[in-house]
């Protein structure tokens, strides 16, 4: 986990597809309340919520309260440790399908 008092692991956050796509959702919007984002999925608002909560723990989420409603925003800061992640095995397969490129052109000679 990262530095910034993170109660739930990014990656552990981003497993479930319906937070995946609540972030493009966020991602796509400057901020979205509550009810906005429950008709964006075949689920109701407790659910959603849930969901919301797990991304808050994990920073990817913040949420303010304007009246008596809970709007939401993305904080994208946290999926940089997911891309440093994702950018070293990006160079794996980089590195391998050079590789199986060689082979196969050998193969072909």
Known sequence: MGGNNQLRDVFDAIADP????????????EELPLHELTALFPMGRTAVSKHLAVLKEAGLVLDRKV???????????PLREVKDWL????????TNMLRLSQLM?????
Do not use: M, P, Q, V
């Open 87 to 94: 950018a070293f095995y990006s160079k794996f397969w980089s």
């Open 67 to 77: 009246g008596r409603e809970t709007r939401y925003r993305l904080n994208a800061a």
């Open 18 to 29: 319906t937070r995946r796509r609540l972030i493009r959702h966020l991602a796509e919007a």
């Open 105 to 109: 052109e050998e193969e072909e000679e």
